[in-house]
Structure formats: structure tokens, C-alpha cells
């Protein structure tokens, strides 16, 4: 909520909370996901590829969690997945490479949950299906 309130240095605090907290399940790769954002709207091109880095290694380590049935807001499709990677890259520099091919990607990034039953749904690796732009 730190991140939608504006509060970009709290919301990367509390994202990083989840080692501690051992988090698993869809929100072992949205945290670090939110914490990408959040360092990339302070301008920390460093801790926002980190932070994108930990959310691309959680969601390949992807194991479901008791919590991920509640889905909700914590739920984190591949659509998902790829807009918070763009958003990022976009904030740090909307005209680079990174920001054009991550947008990209959330563009063809299919909308919505997986098939198939939670046990078997996997994050989305946003680096797949991603066209050639620019």
C-alpha cells in the first residue's frame, strides 16, 4: 500500500521484509516485484534490476502457497508479472531498450490467471513471447 500512497522508500522497506518473512507462493515474486518499482520511481537503477532479478528467480522457484487460493489482490498472473517489470523500467528510463522491451512484453503478456489447477500454475517468465520493438 506504501508504493500506491506514494511513499516509494517505505514500500521498498516493507517489500524487503519478505526475507525474514520467508514469503511464499505468488507473493514470493510480488514483493520483490513492488520493491522494482519502488527503487526505480526513487531512481536506483541498481536495486531495481536487483529487485527484478529476485522477482524473476521467485517466480522460476514458484511453488504454490495455502494463501495463493485466496488470489485477490496478491494474485500475480503473467500479466501482472510483466506490467510491474515495465513499469519499472519505464520509470527509470522510458526511452531505453529495457523500458521498450518490457513494455513489449506486457503488451502480449496473456491477461489473467493459468489454466489449470493451482497446484500446476507457474508465474510467467516475462522474458517469453516478447516481440521485436523498435
Avoid: K
Avoid at 522508500?9 to 520493491?35: H, K, M, N, T, W
Avoid at 513489449?104 to 516478447?130: E, L, S, Y
Amino acid at each position: 500500500m506504501a508504493y500506491w500512497a506514494g511513499w516509494p522508500r517505505q514500500a521498498g522497506d516493507y517489500a524487503q521484509q519478505r526475507i525474514a518473512l520467508g514469503a511464499g507462493g505468488y507473493i514470493s515474486s510480488f514483493l520483490p516485484a513492488v520493491e522494482a518499482r519502488a527503487h526505480a520511481a526513487l531512481g536506483d537503477r541498481d536495486a531495481t534490476t536487483t529487485a527484478l532479478r529476485a522477482a524473476q528467480d521467485a517466480a522460476d522457484r514458484y511453488q504454490a502457497a495455502d494463501l495463493d487460493e485466496l488470489c485477490g489482490v496478491f494474485a500475480f498472473p503473467y500479466c501482472r508479472h510483466a506490467y510491474f517489470s515495465a513499469e519499472a523500467h519505464v520509470l527509470l528510463d522510458p526511452a531505453s531498450p529495457e523500458a521498450l522491451r518490457a513494455a513489449g512484453a506486457a503488451h502480449v503478456a496473456p491477461a489473467g490467471p493459468q489454466p489449470g489447477p493451482p497446484a500446476h500454475r507457474r508465474p510467467w517468465r516475462a522474458t517469453r513471447n516478447i516481440p521485436n520493438v523498435g
